[in-house]
């Protein structure tokens, strides 16, 4: 593995070299390593997330290696320089039509794909659903037993290699048309109700105690999040400006579709 890494990083250094037989079989060996979950854009280390930034390098370099080819299935045609992933079947994987994977993304056994869309480089561990129009941008990590609701967005990061993909830990439920992008965490269990955005930028303020404390760039675990707004001045007038809202925590259970259920009903959460 190391020595495949040393190999990548010179190709990356000078490009030129990609042009190689050996630079393109090696780019190919990383991609197809993602796809089948050998290793992955980013992985927790020591309680932290750690950003494997060769693996975005040959993730950039595959799309130059590759030529455009014509795809057709029946009336549809399609030209792009990345293939579909396959093996659904064997995989344990339910694939409901239209949704789409392309090659170099890794599923787990056992996650639903509804009609939706999973980019190259993301990561979507086992019991998760991605349902109807949900999208998973390129290098995002999915954890396990997540469920993304329809028409979620999940953003996608490829450029500059060192920045962090969108991360959502295990247990975790995304409402409704809800937009994750910039890198952002959102750590076990969290709950995010519906048309809930969060940004690098978004204010995100727990509202749950006696004062107001403020989180940028991360949802804190078992969080239960709601969109809301805060005035903010400008030279025109105050205006009502978006931010996210923890208004609750789920309860510590180990039944974590009991904790679920309760963390909706009781805070009455839109999903």
Not at 198 to 223: F, H, L, M
Request: with cysteine; hydrophobic share 40%; proline share 4%.
């Amino acid at each position: 593995m190391n020595t495949l890494k040393e190999k990548i990083e010179s190709y990356w250094d000078d490009r030129k070299t990609t042009e190689s037989k050996e630079a393109k079989n090696d780019i190919n060996t990383v991609i197809n390593m993602l796809d089948k979950g050998m290793v992955r854009i980013a992985e927790k280390v020591d309680g932290k997330w750690v950003v494997n930034e060769w693996l975005k390098k040959a993730v950039l370099m595959y799309f130059p290696i590759n030529k455009m080819e014509l795809l057709e299935s029946g009336i549809f045609e399609y030209c792009d320089k990345v293939p579909l992933k396959r093996g659904f079947m064997d995989a344990g994987i339910r694939v409901v039509p239209p949704a789409t994977v392309r090659h170099g993304a890794f599923i787990n056994k056992g996650v639903v794909l509804m009609p939706s869309y999973v980019n190259i480089g993301a990561y979507i561990d086992s019991g998760t659903m991605i349902d109807t129009w949900a999208t998973v941008g390129s290098c995002a990590q999915i954890g396990k037993d997540v469920h993304l609701s329809g028409g979620v967005g999940i953003g996608g990061v490829l450029e500059p290699v060192q920045a962090s993909p969108v991360i959502i830990e295990d247990n975790c439920f995304i409402g409704s048309r809800c937009i994750v992008v910039e890198g952002v965490i959102i750590e076990e269990e969290a709950v995010l109700g519906a048309n809930t955005v969060i940004t690098q930028s978004t204010k995100i303020i727990d509202v749950s105690g006696n004062e107001p404390i403020e989180y940028r760039g991360r949802i804190p675990a078992r969080s239960v999040v709601i969109p809301g707004s805060y005035t903010k001045h400008f030279p025109a007038g105050d205006y009502q400006v978006a931010c996210a809202l923890i208004i609750g925590k789920r309860k510590e259970s180990t039944d974590k579709k009991t904790s679920l259920n309760d963390a909706l009903r009781t805070f009455d959460v839109k999903i």
